[in-house]
């Protein structure tokens, strides 16, 4: 798969119609949700930077990741995420952060942990940050344009002002 | 034009026969290089961390890059690019970074520095970094896929190493 046009587009306007910036956060995807974020001419309108922290140490020392959290539950789970995205916000000029941490294969998979889990962490500056997993399937690059469109489609929903009832 | 795949494994080759790490800083590109260099398996053996620095903001937080050095010369300048790579190289524990701050079009553009128009910087760890500006034509696409063509291009050269005259 790849990642549609129209998605990229739609996270673009609803970031834009907001007036929030977005600030990502990438270890399996390598800077790819970053990458599609600027895609669209005006794209300082929408996005202030992104962090790719692809190694630990990048982790640890770019976003404030504890080691002992990576240490104990690893750098694809629930409490790297949500660190990795705590960190992206704390350290940027944005109102919405991403982060997504996972095993794109083709190595790397475990039992509890296979190829295509993916955790993501979203942030929006005033509330709780909260992480999701994911699973999906195919090669290195279906996993990574999935994770990617996952990213874009709850960032759409995360910036869409509250629908109001009529 | 897209960047040939060719090319970005013979950059992750150059590499890792060369035992070497990379860390970019990209501004244009929002993150494309980075991407490149880990749409293939095994990438943590040579990719160790990207910045994404979109806005000034993040050119001074994340890399170091003096904001008077961006208000006097510009973003889109040699002493940007040199500040950015340098930067990148200090702030990571890779043994070679490249950074690019350019104007991909289609707005932004101005008679000395028109859409198209990137500065390269290069660093390998103990040797002065140094800085190209080179002109790419076609629209925002097409100058994106020539810079991260571009930057792979030199990471391949400047990664393999010195020749031995037979």
Known sequence: ?????????????????????IATAESCTGGMIAAHLTDLAGSSDWFERGFVTYSNAAKT?????????I????AV?????????AGALERSLAQIAVAVTGVAGPGGGSADKPVGTVWFG??????????????????????RAATVAYALGRVVDLTEPPGVLV
Chains 1, 2 share one sequence.
């Not at 500056?125 to 909260?130: E, L, N, S, T």
């Open 77 to 85: 789970s629930e409490p790297t995420a949500l660190a990795m995205v």
């Open 71 to 74: 240490a104990t539950h690893g």
């Open 122 to 143: 979203f942030a929006v500056r005033g509330q709780a940050p909260f992480a999701v997993r994911q699973q999906f399937d195919g090669d290195r690059a279906s996993v």
């Open 61 to 69: 020392e770019l976003l404030g990741v504890p080691a002992e959290v």
């Open 1 to 21: 798969m790849t990642v549609p046009a129209s998605l990229v587009q739609s996270a673009a306007d609803a970031l834009r119609q907001r007036g929030w910036h």
